[in-house]
C-alpha cells in the first residue's frame, strides 16, 4: 500500500503562484487530477517514473509544470498564473509500472491517491 501525502494548497490572488508536493515512497508513475465543485475530476499533469516525460491538460499548459526530486521521492505541481477557474481539490496519484518513460494520464489508470488539497483562487 502506497501512502501519498500532498501539501502545497491554499488561497492565493489570480495571477499568483502556488507550488503543491506530494511524497510518496518508491519509483512510480504519477499524475495531478482536479476537481472543482460540481464537476468530475480532470487530468492536469504527469509525469513517467523516471522524471523523462511529462504531459500537461490543454487548460494548464504553459502556466504549470511537474517535476520530481527521486532522492526525495516527491512530485512537484508548480502552478504559475493562477486563474480563478483553476479553484479545485487537487489530488496526486501513483501507478506502480516497469514502463520508466511511460506517462498515464487516465485516472482510471492509477492504483493510489492522496487525500486531495484544497486551492482556491480569487479573483
Known amino acids: 500500500q502506497v501512502h501519498l501525502v500532498e501539501s502545497g494548497g491554499g488561497l492565493v490572488q489570480a495571477g499568483g503562484s502556488l507550488r503543491l508536493s506530494c511524497a510518496a515512497s518508491?519509483?512510480?508513475?504519477m499524475g495531478w487530477f482536479r476537481q472543482a465543485p460540481g464537476k468530475e475530476r480532470d487530468f492536469v499533469a504527469a509525469?513517467?517514473?523516471?522524471?523523462?516525460?511529462?504531459y500537461y491538460a490543454d487548460s494548464v499548459k504553459g502556466r504549470f509544470s511537474i517535476s520530481r526530486v527521486s532522492a526525495r521521492n516527491t512530485v512537484y505541481l508548480q502552478m504559475d498564473s493562477l486563474k480563478p477557474e483553476d479553484t479545485a481539490v487537487y489530488y496526486c496519484?501513483?501507478?506502480?509500472?516497469?514502463?520508466?518513460?511511460?506517462?498515464?494520464?487516465?485516472?482510471?489508470?492509477?492504483?493510489?491517491w492522496g487525500q486531495g488539497t484544497q486551492v482556491t483562487v480569487s479573483s
Open positions: 496519484s501513483a501507478r506502480s509500472t516497469y514502463g520508466t518513460f511511460i506517462v498515464y494520464t487516465d485516472q482510471s489508470a492509477f492504483d493510489y
Open positions: 518508491g519509483r512510480y508513475a
Open positions: 509525469i513517467s517514473a523516471n522524471g523523462v516525460n511529462t
